[in-house]
Nanobody, 128 residues
């Protein structure tokens, strides 16, 4: 089992940047595929970005391509989401999630329902 704690959210103006962090408590991410999701008020939780367990593949939602980057530290204890050129429509609670097992495809890694472990979320607000 892995416990996840997100941080790094906040209020930023449109065009600005934020870096979200997700720390694993008690173990590393080894053996887990990791993802970032977000949920805006009144909307369903949606996929943002994901990284396979070996770090070899990353996938992004169309809304995130070219602006966001998912990464992790070499110790595999912290996952990051670098967000640049932020827009008001990026405003949401951002969640880090982990899925046990080895999966490599977008279809296996993008749905929120595929993930077993979730952090508590961090609020990102982008003002216009």
């Amino acid at each position: 089992q892995v416990q996840l704690v997100e941080s790094g959210g906040g209020l930023v103006q449109a065009g600005g940047s934020l870096r979200l962090s997700c720390a694993a408590s008690g173990r590393t991410f080894s053996g887990y595929s990791m993802g970032w999701f977000r949920q805006a008020p009144g909307k369903e939780r949606e996929f943002v970005a994901t990284m396979t367990g070996n770090g070899g593949n990353t996938y992004y939602a169309d809304s995130a391509k070219g602006r966001f980057a998912i990464s992790r530290d070499s110790a595999k204890t912290t996952l990051y989401l670098q967000m640049n050129s932020l827009k008001p429509e990026d405003t949401a609670v951002y969640y880090c999630a982990a899925r046990g097992g080895y999966y490599t495809t977008y279809d296996a890694l993008s749905p929120p329902s595929k993930y077993n472990y979730w952090g508590q979320g961090t609020q990102v607000t982008v003002s216009s």
